[in-house]
């Protein structure tokens, strides 16, 4: 029989940020609050820039083109978190080997981070039409 | 009135590793183990490599310029694990580009095989001409079973 729990709110009883989950192959465990993605955004950066879907964001900023700046809504611990940016260029439209990546002497801090679209052929900050970025690492 | 669940670990009654958690549209499942990422890493690749901050890692081996490998450890059940490796802005580079693309070995700096074990994987940042690069701060995030 399985059971069903049903509960709004997880907190760790012996320290309330750190709960453990047995691992797929039953022996080990895994740290549930470390594993779990702390911001992601989707956005359009063409144009008048727009979030499309996004979870932890409380503001996203069009520094110029190809360059963005994403809030965080609840800040992370320390910027030693780990973030993953893709991008893509603008459908139809759009030029070839344009990718997504960490702004370049951009800011990385436990408030905002800052994300880049940029074409590789002409070596210059491009507009990408879907900008993807997720942060893993510790919430203040 | 919300309900608070106060507990260290959790663990699947019928299969100790598999939990299903409804999803945000409160219609389907996902499975929260599967869900989770297993290991991540943030650190500076560059002179004495030193890791940031990291989950379930035990080292960060500098092997050449740009080239590293993350040891993790708890391993992962298989060889078939989801790695995503982040392209690194190259802020002293920009006449190369500006950037650097983080990607995998496939055959090694230096003719070896590739490294992608249940325990480690090696990893090779490049800049817009090939050329291997020390990277400032790379992200590295595995998705998969553990073992």
């Known amino acids: 029989m399985s059971s069903e729990l049903i509960v709004?709110?997880?907190?760790?009883?012996?320290?309330?940020?750190?709960?453990?989950?047995?691992?797929?192959?039953?022996?080990?465990?895994?740290?549930?609050?470390?594993?779990?993605?702390k911001f992601w955004v989707h956005f359009n950066g063409t144009g008048t820039i727009a979030t499309q879907d996004s979870f932890n964001q409380s503001a996203l900023t069009d520094n110029g083109t190809g360059e963005y700046t994403s809030t965080f809504s609840n800040n992370m611990n320390n910027n030693s978190y780990s973030t993953q940016v893709t991008g893509a260029e603008s459908g139809s439209e759009g030029?070839?080997?344009?990718?997504?990546?960490?702004?370049?002497?951009?800011?990385?801090?436990?408030?905002?981070?800052?994300?880049?679209?940029?074409?590789?052929?002409?070596?210059?900050?491009?507009?990408?039409?879907?900008?993807?970025?997720?942060?893993?690492?510790?919430?203040a | 009135m919300a309900s608070v669940l106060k507990v260290n670990t959790l663990t699947g009654v019928t299969t100790a590793g598999s939990?299903?958690?409804?999803?945000?549209?409160n219609s389907t499942t996902t499975n929260l183990q599967q869900g989770l990422a297993k290991a991540w890493m943030n650190f500076n690749g560059t002179g004495t490599v030193a890791i940031g901050d990291s989950l379930n890692t035990t080292s960060l081996t500098d092997n050449a310029t740009g080239d590293y490998t993350i040891t993790i450890a708890n391993d992962m059940a298989a060889t078939t694990y989801v790695c995503s490796?982040?392209?690194?802005?190259?802020?002293?580079?920009?006449?190369?580009?500006?950037?650097?693309?983080?990607?995998?070995?496939?055959?090694?700096?230096?003719?070896?095989?590739?490294t992608k074990t249940a325990t480690a994987i090696r990893s090779v940042t490049r800049d817009i001409q090939g050329s291997s690069r020390d990277a400032a701060q790379p992200g590295i995030i595995f998705h998969g079973d553990l073992a």
């Open chain 1, 95 to 139: 030029i070839s080997n344009q990718i997504g990546t960490l702004q370049r002497n951009g800011d990385y801090s436990t408030s905002q981070v800052e994300s880049n679209g940029f074409h590789a052929n002409s070596n210059a900050d491009a507009d990408n039409q879907r900008m993807m970025v997720n942060v893993l690492g510790d919430l």
């Open chain 1, 8 to 37: 709004d709110e997880l907190t760790g009883r012996a320290s309330a940020g750190s709960i453990a989950v047995t691992a797929e192959g039953g022996t080990v465990t895994t740290n549930l609050q470390q594993g779990l993605a």
């Open chain 2, 19 to 25: 939990i299903v958690v409804t999803g945000e549209g």
């Open chain 2, 85 to 114: 490796y982040e392209s690194n802005p190259d802020n002293a580079n920009v006449a190369l580009g500006g950037w650097l693309m983080g990607t995998f070995c496939a055959s090694g700096s230096s003719g070896a095989p590739l």
